[in-house]
């Protein structure tokens, strides 16, 4: 397949100075702007002729997607794969879209998760509860994905993107139905969000922990598999490549034990008493880290505080089924 390179006068007017930005070559980091600079990137890869995107986004910021794939010089028609790391709206929500402005392009998602893209009707209402009449400003609207257009790899499977191959891993605590893509000739892994979340490279990676799949022991067991492969960079959605992949993975083991830890304590059963301890000693090691109040308020932005104790206390106090 031969890309069509966009002329400068195709790009249209970009939206602002550090949107696109190469992390590796061949690999061309997208911000989408959610909310703001540095929280939601998907992962423009081109090898041999052929384009893939790694993470649609939100459906509600899918023209700054569009303008970024067109800024680092090609047209989002010529994708030729979607790889979503699972279904949740700020990784998934716009493929559906995506699927129709790239009719060539195959949809690369986790077995548990296509059901949810040929039909994000139960997805939708999930979300719904959680956001409320935020849904449609926030996500967009998410259409469905053709079957005939999903492909769902085994764990390990190599999605082909001209010569370079990419390995889909199971790498569940975040989500059941999660994978991390790993580009082993060039020691990259794109970690979706089982790798934590890390804005503006700050020595400091965050566990996103939303109802309802949160799985420590599983999220750990992930963590080591990942830390296995000893990667060069790891290229989390929130938000950027890393290098220093050991000390990230090490950081995010702890701050996801520690909050395991405090979210079984009888004295934190309470939603508010576990969202204040959460946001007192995150907020603390992220100043102590970091020094930057700005930064505080990013990082409770890009999930919130009352989200993440939701989601370890539903995994630490799982509900009974009905008789």
């Known amino acids: 397949?031969?890309?069509?390179?966009?002329?400068?006068?195709?790009?249209?007017?970009?939206?602002a100075e550090g949107m696109?930005?190469?992390?590796?070559?061949g690999v061309t980091r997208i911000d989408h702007g959610w909310g703001g600079p540095g929280f939601i990137a998907s992962y423009l890869v081109e090898d041999g002729g052929e384009l893939a995107l790694i993470e649609a986004g939100p459906a509600s910021t899918l023209d700054a997607l569009l303008a970024g794939i067109r800024a680092a010089g090609y047209d989002p028609a010529d994708l030729s794969h979607i790889l979503l790391t699972h279904i949740h709206l700020d990784h998934a929500a716009g493929a559906g879209q995506l699927a129709r402005i790239a009719?060539?392009?195959?949809?690369?998602?986790?077995?548990?998760?296509?059901?949810?893209?040929?039909?994000?009707?139960?997805?939708?209402?999930?979300?719904?509860?959680?956001?409320g009449d935020r849904m449609d400003a926030m996500?967009?609207?998410?259409?469905?994905?053709?079957?005939?257009?999903?492909?769902?790899?085994?764990?390990?499977?190599?999605?082909?993107?001209?010569?370079?191959?990419?390995?889909?891993?199971?790498?569940?605590?975040?989500?059941?139905?999660?994978?991390?893509?790993?580009?082993?000739?060039?020691?990259l892994v794109f970690t979706g969000d089982v790798g934590g979340i890390r804005l503006a490279g700050a020595r400091h990676v965050r566990p996103p922990t939303p109802p309802p799949e949160v799985d420590t022991p599983a999220w750990m067991a992930s963590i080591d598999r990942l830390r296995a492969l000893e990667p060069r960079m790891l290229l989390p959605t929130h938000f950027g490549g890393v290098e220093d992949a050991a000390w990230h993975l090490?950081?995010?083991?702890?701050?996801?034990?520690?909050?395991?830890?405090?979210?079984?304590?009888?004295?934190?059963?309470?939603?508010?008493?576990?969202?204040?301890?959460?946001?007192?000693?995150?907020?603390?090691?992220?100043?102590?880290?970091?020094?930057?109040?700005?930064?505080?308020?990013?990082?409770?932005?890009?999930?919130?505080?009352?989200?993440?104790?939701?989601?370890?206390?539903?995994?630490?106090?799982?509900?009974?089924?009905?008789?």
């Open 103 to 131: 009719p060539n392009a195959t949809i690369h998602v986790h077995p548990l998760g296509a059901p949810h893209l040929e039909d994000p009707s139960r997805l939708l209402a999930s979300a719904g509860r959680l956001y």
């Open 1 to 15: 397949m031969s890309l069509h390179k966009a002329s400068t006068n195709e790009r249209g007017t970009w939206m």
């Open 139 to 187: 996500w967009g609207t998410m259409l469905p994905v053709p079957a005939a257009r999903i492909h769902t790899p085994e764990d390990g499977e190599a999605v082909r993107v001209g010569g370079r191959s990419l390995l889909a891993l199971e790498t569940s605590g975040h989500a059941i139905h999660h994978f991390a893509f790993h580009d082993p000739d060039a020691g």
């Open 250 to 323: 090490d950081d995010l083991a702890a701050r996801l034990t520690a909050w395991t830890r405090w979210a079984a304590e009888p004295a934190n059963a309470d939603p508010a008493v576990l969202t204040a301890l959460l946001r007192t000693r995150a907020d603390a090691e992220l100043l102590a880290a970091a020094d930057d109040a700005d930064l505080v308020r990013r990082y409770a932005q890009s999930i919130p505080y009352d989200m993440m104790a939701a989601g370890l206390l539903r995994q630490a106090r799982p509900r009974v089924p009905r008789a």
């Open 20 to 25: 696109i930005h190469q992390e590796a070559p």
